[in-house]
C-alpha cells in the first residue's frame, strides 16, 4: 500500500512525517535535518536551490531569493526571479516536490498522498493556493487540515478524559488560536481565530532595525540600504533573537558588513577602501529585546479573547494551554500565556514539530492505519454575498462545523433575464468591500421568464478541507445552471496542469543534477559546521582566526549563490583546511 505523509508547509521550515509501526514520526530531509527551510533560489546560473542549501547562500543571493512565500498565499503576488514570474503556489510547490523527494528516498517508495495543514485563519483563497501548490508537486491532497487542529492530533492522541484544551501557534509569519474539546478520540473545534500577518518574522524585524539604527548612528552607513548586508543582519538577528529564548545576553558580529566601497558620508566611493571600522560588533540583553518588541506579544489577546467569546468560555474555561511554533519559545510569549490564563502552558511537545506529526496522523486516520479517531474542524470565516446597498449577507456564519452548506434563491429582476451576477465574499466586516472576495459568479443559462418568476437555487458548501464550492439549479427545471468563477487568484485547471508538467520536467532535470545537489549539501554542511565553530570558540580563539573562517563562509556561501559547482568544492575545500587548523 502506498503511504500517506503529513506536511507542515511552515512561513519558515516545513517538516514532514508519516506513520510507521503505528506511530507518527518526523522524516529527515536529504540533509539530515528534520526541518526544511521553506526558502527557494536560483543560482546565477538558473539552477534552483530549496531548503537549507538555498538559506545557506541568502545573504550572498538576496534578489534570487525567496523567503515566507506563505505570507502571499492566495494572493495575485508574483516573485521574480531571473526574470521569470512566480505564483506563491509555484515557489511552494519547490518546497513540496523536495520534501516529496526526500521521503520518497528515505523510504524507497513513491509517495502520492499528502495531508497538507494551512494555519486556521486562512481563508479559502489562501486553502486553495496551498491545494494548488500539493497537487503541483506531485500530490495526491487527500485533505487540507489547520495547524492548531493538527497539533492537538499530536497532543491529545490516547486522551481519555474530556479536556477544553486552547492552542496558540505562533510561526514564523502567522499566528493562529483555536479552542478545541478532546476525548474518546473525537477532536471538535470549537472557535478559531488569528492574525495571518503577525509572526517570528516581525520579532526579528524589530532587531534589525534596532541595530542598523544603532550602527547608523555609530558608522554612518545604513545596513538597510544594502541588500547583502541587510540579509547578514536578518540573519544574525533571527539566531540572536532564538538565543535570547535561553540566554539573558547575546552577542551579535557581523564582520565586514558594511562593503569597502563605502565612503563615510554614506555613498559609494569608487571603490576604495576608507579604512574604517567596517565590522558590527553588538550585544542586546532579553530586557531590551523585550522591550522593543513589547507591543507585538499584546497582538496576540484580540484573537484570543475572539476566540474565547466564539465558543461561549472565558479563560477559567479552558482546562490546559497548548503552545505551538518556534516563537512561543519565547519566554515573554510563555509568560503571557501564564498570565492571561493563571496555568502553566503546555510545553512539552516540540513545538517545531507537532503540527508536521500532526498531519502524519492524520493521514493515517485517511489511510486507515489509525482508527477511532474523528476530526471535527469548523470554517475560520463566515461566507457570504453582496447584497443591496454593498453590503455582506452571511449565509454560513463562521466557527460552522464543517463539511457544511447552505443554499439561497435568486430570482430575476428583469423580465427575461437570462443571465444574473453574484459576488461571493469571506469575512466578518458588514461592507461587502471589506471582505475578501472570493468571485464573482455569473449564473447563466436561465430560462427567460417573466420578471420575479425564475427560481435559481445556488448553494455554497465548504467541504472538508475548509474550501468553498458553489454550485446551482434552476428550480423549475431541475437543471444545473451555469456558474463562471471569477477569482484573480486561483489558477485555471490548464495553469495547474502546466505547472504540474513543468515540475515532472524540474525533477528530472534535479535527478539529473544530483551530484552537483551533493556538492551543495557538502558545502552546507560545511557552513554549518564553520558556524558552530566560530560559537564556540568565540572566547577561545584568536579574532584574526576566526574572522579568517567568517571571510571563507562568505566566499562559499558566494559560490553557493553563483552555483558553479567546481568552485563550491574548491571553497568548501577551503573551508575545511581551515576547520582542521581549528
Ligand atoms: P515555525 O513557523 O513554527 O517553524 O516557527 C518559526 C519561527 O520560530 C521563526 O520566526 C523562528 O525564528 C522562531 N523560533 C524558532 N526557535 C526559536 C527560539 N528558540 N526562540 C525564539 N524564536 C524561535
Redesign the pocket.
Known amino acids: 500500500m502506498t503511504k500517506a505523509i503529513g506536511i507542515?508547509l511552515?512561513?519558515?521550515?516545513s517538516?514532514a512525517a508519516l506513520i510507521e509501526d503505528g506511530r507518527a514520526k518526523v522524516i529527515k530531509n536529504a540533509e539530515g535535518q528534520n526541518?526544511t527551510p521553506s526558502v527557494f533560489a536560483e543560482t546565477v546560473r538558473g539552477h534552483k536551490l530549496v531548503g537549507s542549501v538555498a538559506r545557506r547562500q541568502a545573504a550572498a543571493n538576496p534578489e534570487k531569493t525567496v523567503v515566507s512565500i506563505k505570507r502571499h498565499m492566495g494572493t495575485d503576488y508574483r516573485v521574480s526571479v531571473n526574470g521569470r514570474a512566480y505564483s506563491p503556489q509555484e515557489i511552494s510547490a519547490f518546497i513540496l516536490r523536495k520534501i516529496k523527494s526526500d521521503v520518497e528516498k528515505y523510504l524507497g517508495e513513491q509517495v502520492e498522498k499528502a495531508v497538507i495543514t494551512v494555519p486556521a485563519y486562512f481563508n479559502d483563497g489562501q486553502r486553495q493556493a496551498t491545494k494548488e501548490a500539493g497537487m503541483m508537486a506531485g500530490f495526491d491532497v487527500m485533505r487540507i487540515i489547520n495547524e492548531p487542529t493538527a497539533a492537538s492530533l499530536a497532543y491529545g492522541l490516547n486522551r481519555e478524559e474530556i479536556q477544553t484544551i486552547l492552542v496558540w501557534?505562533?510561526?514564523?509569519?502567522?499566528f493562529d488560536v483555536s479552542i478545541l474539546e478532546l476525548g474518546d478520540g473525537l477532536f471538535q473545534v470549537k472557535a478559531v481565530s488569528g492574525n495571518t500577518r503577525l509572526?517570528?518574522?516581525d520579532?526579528?524585524e524589530r532587531l534589525v532595525d534596532y541595530l542598523a539604527e544603532k550602527f547608523m548612528n555609530e558608522h554612518g552607513f545604513d545596513m538597510k540600504s544594502d541588500k547583502m548586508a541587510l540579509q547578514r543582519l536578518k540573519e544574525a538577528s533571527?539566531k540572536a533573537?532564538?538565543?535570547?529564548?535561553?540566554k539573558l545576553r547575546t552577542k551579535i558580529s557581523l564582520p565586514f558588513i558594511k562593503p569597502a566601497c563605502y565612503s563615510a558620508k554614506g555613498g559609494r566611493a569608487g571603490g576604495t577602501h576608507s579604512g574604517e571600522l567596517s565590522n558590527l560588533e553588538a550585544s542586546i540583553d532579553r530586557e531590551t529585546f523585550e522591550a522593543i518588541t513589547a507591543d507585538l506579544k499584546e497582538k496576540l489577546l484580540g484573537p484570543t479573547w475572539q476566540a474565547l467569546a466564539d465558543a461561549k468560555l472565558t479563560t477559567e474555561g479552558i482546562d490546559r494551554v497548548v503552545l505551538?511554533?518556534?516563537?512561543?519559545?519565547?519566554p515573554s510569549i510563555r509568560r503571557l500565556a501564564e498570565k492571561t490564563f493563571h496555568k502553566n502552558p503546555y510545553i512539552k511537545i516540540n513545538?517545531?514539530e507537532v503540527?508536521g506529526i500532526g498531519a502524519a496522523v492524520q493521514a493515517g486516520v485517511l489511510m486507515g492505519e489509525i482508527n477511532d479517531v474523528v476530526l471535527v474542524d469548523v470554517t475560520p470565516l463566515s461566507l457570504g454575498l453582496e447584497t443591496q446597498g454593498s453590503l455582506f449577507a452571511r449565509i454560513i456564519p463562521r466557527n460552522s462545523t464543517i463539511p457544511t452548506s447552505a443554499g439561497q434563491i435568486f430570482t430575476n429582476a428583469e423580465n427575461d433575464q437570462t443571465v444574473m451576477d453574484i459576488h461571493v465574499l469571506q469575512g466578518e466586516r458588514e461592507a461587502a468591500a471589506d471582505n475578501i472576495s472570493l468571485g464573482k459568479f455569473q449564473l447563466t443559462d436561465i430560462p427567460p421568464l417573466p420578471r420575479g418568476k425564475a427560481q435559481v437555487e445556488v448553494t455554497f458548501k465548504i467541504d472538508v478541507n475548509g474550501i468553498v464550492k458553489v454550485s446551482a439549479q434552476d428550480l423549475h427545471t431541475e437543471e444545473q445552471t451555469g456558474i463562471r468563477i471569477d477569482a484573480s487568484h486561483l489558477l485555471s485547471d490548464d495553469q495547474v496542469e502546466q505547472a504540474v508538467r513543468e515540475a515532472e520536467a524540474h525533477a528530472e532535470e534535479d535527478m539529473k543534477r544530483r551530484e552537483e545537489v551533493e556538492i551543495n549539501i557538502q558545502a552546507d554542511n560545511m557552513i554549518r559546521a564553520a558556524e558552530l565553530v566560530i560559537e564556540e570558540n568565540e572566547e577561545k580563539q584568536s579574532l584574526s582566526c576566526l574572522g579568517e573562517i567568517e571571510r571563507a563562509i562568505l566566499n562559499l556561501k558566494e559560490a553557493l549563490a553563483e552555483g558553479e559547482s567546481g568552485v563550491i568544492e574548491e571553497r568548501t575545500s577551503e573551508l575545511r583546511k581551515l576547520l582542521e587548523k581549528v
Do not use: A, Q
Not at 10 to 13: A, E, I, K, L, S
Open positions: 507542515d511552515g512561513t519558515t521550515y517538516v526541518l501557534d505562533l510561526g514564523g509569519g502567522t509572526g517570528g518574522d520579532w526579528d533571527e533573537k532564538r538565543e535570547l529564548s535561553y505551538v511554533g518556534g516563537s512561543t519559545r519565547m513545538p517545531d503540527v
